[in-house]
């Protein structure tokens, strides 16, 4: 199993919308079986692809992220430990042949997560439960990240294979991936993840001037590293409400092109 991390401090740059693409192209154009991991306490991922009932149920069951962290008590009080495989949702969106399963994040996780800092290697905790799935279940895991440096994310990079940053067409953002990389610089011995590229999203179609510009400067500074643009499109931007796939062909294709790409990496290594 691959496991890849989409991931950038700053926020709202298209991180769970590509992560939620991908993981589903990866399922159903190319007929892998995947994992997605919502490691953000804003649930947007889970919420997405489970919308808001189902959500609850998770979050009521404790069959979430956040449940691995914080293991529910017995009838008597004692810790029971949850296993990673308790709290996959197998197959939310019925994909024919194949799998997108889905481990649901918890609003939860905003406390829970400071849990991890007293734990022996936090850094380590998605890497050591990931072990715990049997190895040829899944071909890909794709874990959507909160906007930020903290814990998770390092353990997030920490258990994976590759990591995808996505980016917005301006100014703020282009200053957001020099320090993102100064971050993952100083974390670099413990890594053995690969940086596989950036991914431009919300690009204006009517283009602005000065958007035209940043995106220029950006390919010149990234040049062979731009993995995919995807352009600034409603129909994304309604995506999460409707708690399904895409179904218009173009509108997927950004998403199935960076599906290809990560698989031709596999075949090329
Ligand atoms: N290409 C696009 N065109 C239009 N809207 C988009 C596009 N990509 C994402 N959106 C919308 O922009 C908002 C932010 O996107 P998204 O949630 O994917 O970003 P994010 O980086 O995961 O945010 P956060 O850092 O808060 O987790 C969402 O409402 C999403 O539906
Ligand atoms: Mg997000």
């Not at 007929?31 to 808001?52: F, H, R, W, Y």
């Not at 800092?117 to 190895?135: A, D, V, W």
């Not at 053995?192 to 283009?207: E, K």
Request: positive net charge; glycine residues 4%; charged residues 25%.
């Amino acid at each position: 199993m691959k496991v890849i991390s989409i991931i950038n401090m700053k926020g709202g740059v298209g991180k769970t919308t590509i992560a939620v693409g991908v993981a589903y192209e990866l399922a159903q154009s190319f007929q892998k079986n995947v994992l997605l991991i919502d490691i953000d306490p804003q649930t947007n991922a889970t919420l997405m692809v489970l919308g808001e009932d189902m959500y609850k149920e998770k979050t009521v069951k404790k069959l979430t992220f956040s449940d691995l962290i914080d293991s529910p008590k017995d009838l008597i009080g004692e810790k029971k430990t949850i296993n990673i495989n308790d709290i996959i949702t197998c197959n939310p969106w019925k994909i024919k042949n194949c799998t997108m399963d889905i481990i649901p994040s918890s609003i939860n996780l905003f406390e829970t997560k400071n849990q991890l800092t007293g734990r022996l290697f936090p850094e380590q905790f998605i890497k050591i439960h990931l072990n715990q799935i049997s190895g040829n279940k899944y071909d890909y895991c794709i874990i959507d990240t909160p906007p930020d440096f903290g814990k998770m994310v390092v353990s997030a990079l920490i258990a994976s294979d590759y990591y995808i940053i996505p980016m917005k067409p301006d100014y703020l953002s282009q200053q957001g991936i020099i320090v993102l990389n100064e971050k993952i610089n100083q974390i670099s011995d413990h890594l053995s993840a690969d940086f596989l590229g950036i991914v431009i999203s919300m690009i204006p179609t009517r283009r602005s001037t000065y958007s035209s510009d940043t995106l220029t400067d950006i390919k010149k500074d990234y040049a062979s590293k731009i993995l995919e643009e995807i352009k600034f499109k409603i129909a994304y931007s309604k995506w999460p409400n409707n708690h399904e796939p895409l179904k218009n062909k173009k509108e997927r294709e950004p998403f199935v092109n960076i599906a290809r790409k990560i698989i031709k990496v596999g075949i090329n290594e």
